[in-house]
């Protein structure tokens, strides 16, 4: 018997009451001292984020934007993770009025990859120098039901070319029984992702017109329902542009308040995604509460303070400009090289619409060697998967700053292997430049030796090197 989870509970009125009391006139001493204590690495809570919110003043946002920096440095360092979405079905039962894959979208060419379908996509990423892979389905079962996504997951796992294979496969699929969960965590996937797209239930309603996913709660309590099937490793995340982002980002503090509290373990990730223009959807091209760059950016830097142990996601949907400047204010994850259409990467001249038009259309090695001009490492680990490090586990290294430890060997040795197989020139050339420099200023000898050591043997010819 499936023994019920804890219900979570978005008070909407204590947000409410938040908002109309907070963030009016912003006293810059009460700021910096809520910048002070997020330098300590122990989060913030609702009662700090609200006055941030309002925090407009050039100098006041500066601050707040290097203290966001230095909290994501202090934690994960200056690595950047890098993924690919694996779009295997648009089917949908859905109306989601701002989503391209929805129902009543007659004009959309629909698609469920076929499992040698599937291998060719995943050979085309694997010979492109990717590593992890988020796996991604429209919220309607194929005809052979959820076992297709289980078969998918394996067909991932057991393809291989000349020059790799995916290391980690991430699911983001539509809500699940917890019997469905088990089943996904005996399959060996990382991080189950899905996003309440609004915690505003009136707006929550008026854009999910029907299907499973205008049942708010079911939505809500999926990430409980993962957790009790064991998947420990979770993530969130809203779509911006549909209500008020003040609101959403101190609901979304709520949810995480529910989940440390019901498991002790928060989100290991969180997804910032705003509206993008999709096929034939009036509301994605015009948001109903739109989110400007600034805002955007503010919103990004107080959740890295807010959560400091918690990766945040940065898709493509952003332009390289806007990503560039989230990468300095906390962004560790990064897809790069995407397409949003089942069938897209091994056959791009038979492209059907994607989910949402995408402002970043370069190819990884182009991403890769923009993250390495801006001083940052690209990292294709998938060590702490691997080796257990996750959940409760992985938070107790991260919270305290220590993930870095392991994180920048592993970043390390997989950025030599990625060099070495795929790189163009000038991507090879800023990549051994950054090795160098990174390996040159670890202060702790036994870590640069290990760091070192594991670089080396990749350089060596050996390959899958992490710690």
């Given at each position: 018997?499936?023994v019920?989870t804890?219900a979570?509970h978005?008070?909407?009125?204590r947000i409410s009451q938040?908002?109309?009391?907070g963030?009016g ?8 001292e809520?910048l002070q ?8 809570s609702?009662?700090d984020?609200?006055?941030l919110?309002?925090?407009t003043?050039p ?5 707040l934007?290097?203290?966001a920096?230095e909290?994501k440095?202090a ?7 890098l993924?690919a979405p694996?779009?295997?079905s ?7 009025d ?13 698609r469920v ?5 599937i291998a ?7 010979d492109?120098g990717?590593?992890r ?6 919220e309607a079962m194929p ?8 078969k998918a997951?394996?067909t991932?796992?057991a393809t ?10 991430n699911?983001n ?7 469905q969960f ?5 399959r ?7 996003f ?7 707006t929550?309603?008026q854009?999910h017109k029907?299907g499973?996913k ?13 957790m009790?099937?064991?998947i420990d490793?979770?993530?969130?995340g ?10 959403e ?7 995480i308040?529910?989940?440390?509290d019901a498991w002790?373990?928060g ?6 995604p705003?509206?993008e ?7 994605a091209?015009h948001?109903l509460?739109?989110l400007?760059?600034?805002?955007f ?10 959560v ?5 996601i940065?898709?493509?949907?952003e ?10 204010l906390?962004?560790?994850q ?10 897209g ?13 995408l ?6 090695d ?6 390495l001009?801006?001083?940052f490492?690209?990292?294709?680990c998938?060590a702490c998967?691997r080796?257990g490090?996750?959940?409760r586990?992985?938070?107790d290294?991260a919270?305290?700053?220590?993930i ?6 592993n ?8 060099l070495q197989d795929f790189a163009?020139a ?5 990549g051994e430049?950054?090795?160098?420099e990174?390996?040159d ?8 030796r ?6 080396e043997a990749?350089r ?6 992490f710690?």
């Amino acid at each position: 018997m499936t023994v019920p989870t804890p219900a979570p509970h978005i008070d909407d009125s204590r947000i409410s009451q938040a908002l109309a009391a907070g963030p009016g006139l912003v006293e810059p001493r009460q700021v910096r001292e809520i910048l002070q204590k997020a330098k300590e690495l122990k989060g913030l809570s609702r009662d700090d984020v609200v006055p941030l919110l309002g925090v407009t003043d050039p100098e006041l946002l500066g601050e707040l934007f290097r203290t966001a920096g230095e909290v994501k440095q202090a934690i994960y360092g200056n690595r950047i993770v890098l993924f690919a979405p694996l779009y295997i079905s648009n089917l949908c039962a859905n109306e989601c009025d701002y989503c391209a894959f929805r129902v009543s979208n007659r004009a959309l060419d629909r698609r469920v990859l076929s499992q040698q379908e599937i291998a060719e996509e995943v050979r085309w990423l694997v010979d492109h120098g990717h590593k992890r892979l988020l796996m991604v389905a429209g919220e309607a079962m194929p005809h052979d039901g959820f076992d297709y996504y289980l078969k998918a997951i394996d067909t991932i796992y057991a393809t291989r070319t000349e020059r790799g294979e995916i290391r980690r496969v991430n699911v983001n699929l539509a809500p699940l029984e917890v019997e469905q969960f088990t089943a996904l965590k005996a399959r060996n996937i990382g991080t189950y992702q899905l996003f309440q797209e609004t915690y505003h239930r009136p707006t929550y309603a008026q854009v999910h017109k029907f299907g499973r996913k205008a049942d708010y709660d079911w939505r809500l309590g999926a990430i409980d329902r993962a957790m009790q099937a064991g998947i420990d490793d979770c993530g969130v995340g809203v779509l911006f542009g549909l209500h008020d982002w003040r609101y959403e980002l101190l609901a979304l503090m709520q949810h995480i308040d529910h989940l440390e509290d019901a498991w002790g373990v928060g989100p290991h990730t969180i997804s910032m995604p705003r509206l993008e223009p999709a096929d034939g959807s009036e509301l994605a091209s015009h948001p109903l509460a739109p989110l400007g760059d600034t805002d955007f950016l503010k919103l990004i830097a107080i959740l890295r303070m807010a959560v400091p142990y918690t990766g945040l996601i940065l898709s493509t949907r952003e332009t390289p400009e806007i990503r560039r400047a989230a990468f300095r204010l906390g962004v560790s994850q990064i897809s790069a090289g995407s397409v949003t259409n089942p069938g897209g990467y091994a056959h791009p001249e038979n492209q059907v619409a994607g989910q949402f038009s995408l402002g970043d259309h370069r190819s990884l090695d182009e991403v890769v060697r923009d993250v390495l001009q801006l001083g940052f490492v690209p990292s294709f680990c998938t060590a702490c998967y691997r080796l257990g490090r996750t959940g409760r586990d992985f938070m107790d290294l991260a919270k305290p700053g220590e993930i870095k430890t392991h994180c920048l060997p592993n970043a390390l040795a997989t950025l030599q292997e990625y060099l070495q197989d795929f790189a163009g020139a000038d991507t090879l050339q800023a990549g051994e430049l950054r090795i160098a420099e990174d390996l040159d200023v670890i202060d702790e000898p036994k870590l640069r030796r290990r760091a070192g050591r594991m670089v080396e043997a990749v350089r060596a010819g050996k390959h899958d090197v992490f710690c």
